[in-house]
């Protein structure tokens, strides 16, 4: 059970440009959490290829069960970067959402004649 609030904040805060460490002394916690955060993502996508290919029925169902939990710390770890300001989720303007949701139509469907032939269609 997590203890934190577990609501991401939407938006980005402007700040100041991020530029490259130029030593180790310069690492800081969004940096290391980032690593943290890209580590457990290709850990969990790593582990879902690997169970796929396992024979043993055992090791595969531990490997596969051992996924959920990679992916409950990857939102645990992207909560911390979030309400830190580390991992910002970008927001579309309402202008931008209507656009989008306006930009695509339906498709109308094509009347099939009857079959003529009584033959059928493969």
């Not at 043993?56 to 939990?69: E, G, K």
């Amino acid at each position: 059970m997590m203890k934190q609030d577990n609501g991401a904040t939407y938006g980005i805060q402007p700040s100041q440009p991020k530029k490259p460490n130029s030593s180790v002394t310069e690492t800081k916690d969004a940096g290391l959490s980032a690593y943290m955060l890209g580590l457990i993502k290709s850990t969990a996508g790593l582990l879902s290829v690997s169970a796929l290919e396992m024979t043993n029925p055992v090791l595969r169902r531990v490997v596969a069960d051992s996924v959920s939990d990679f992916i409950e710390m990857g939102y645990e770890i992207f909560l911390y970067q979030n309400q830190n300001q580390y991992y910002q989720v970008p927001t579309l303007s309402p202008q931008d959402a209507a656009t989008m949701l306006n930009s695509y139509t339906t498709v109308p469907v094509p009347v099939m004649p009857p079959n003529q032939n009584n033959q059928q269609v493969h």
